[in-house]
């Protein structure tokens, strides 16, 4: 087993997809009075909220941004748990010394309040949110590795997208892709990251814990 295991939020961590869609949604309608669908929304996705933000309304403020932060903490009272087995899975990883940090493009504030939201407080270090500058996970991956001074091989990350699975490609580090959200792509994840896609934490479980 990796000496080292990250893990990604959205949709793989918890099904925060309905969160995440009802504040951009809310948002967008506030400032634009406009109603966006969640195709519109996934299209935009692989960046910070600041860049999503800023492609969806043209007139762009902080004030947005504050709005989009009030309506993803609201959002978040219909979701206070993570996905079934991922409480299980940490513990045991920490069991076993394996450490377990966050990377995310998620912004931090809205990172914090996902983890406090799911009582995910203690369960990742370090973490890692995104930047609107910095969209590649690949980059993050390179500082875990550096701060915890481990060699690539010895670190892998789950996430649910495809493009996961390309930064870590480009890290060196393996990619354990999870397919239980509701909106996992599992086919494209299946054509990049053969033998590796799981549809359930359970299942992923029983491949590192041997």
């Known amino acids: ?3 080292v295991i990250a893990f990604d939020l959205d949709g793989t961590v918890a099904e925060t997809f309905p969160v995440i869609f009802d504040s951009f949604r809310k948002t967008v309608h506030e400032y634009t009075d406009k109603w966006v669908s969640n195709q519109v929304i996934l299209k935009t996705f692989g960046t910070n909220e600041v860049s999503i933000l800023k492609e969806l309304i043209p007139d762009y403020s902080e004030d947005v941004l504050k709005s989009f932060h009030e309506n ?3 959002a978040h009272l219909s979701l206070r748990k993570p996905f079934e087995g991922i409480d299980d899975l940490i513990r045991t990883l920490h069991d076993r010394d394996v450490k377990t940090p966050m990377i995310t493009h998620k912004g931090e504030q ?3 309040a996902s983890l406090d939201a799911l009582s995910l407080d203690d369960a990742f270090s370090p973490i890692l949110a995104g930047t609107p500058n910095d969209a590649d996970k690949s980059h993050q991956f390179e500082k875990v ?3 915890l001074n481990v060699p690539a091989s010895e670190m892998a990350y789950i996430g649910d997208a495809p493009s996961d699975i390309t930064a870590c ?3 060196g580090i ?3 892709s999870a397919a ?3 909106n996992a792509k599992k086919d494209d994840l299946e054509k990049l990251n053969p033998g590796n896609v ?3 934490v359970a299942d992923l479980k029983d491949r590192l814990i041997h």
């Open 180 to 182: 239980w959200s509701i």
């Open 110 to 112: 809205s990172l914090q």
């Open 1 to 3: 087993m990796e000496k």
């Open 169 to 171: 490609q480009e890290a």
């Open 198 to 200: 799981f549809e359930s």
């Open 72 to 74: 993803y903490r609201r």
């Open 174 to 176: 393996t990619c354990y």
């Open 145 to 147: 590795l550096a701060e």
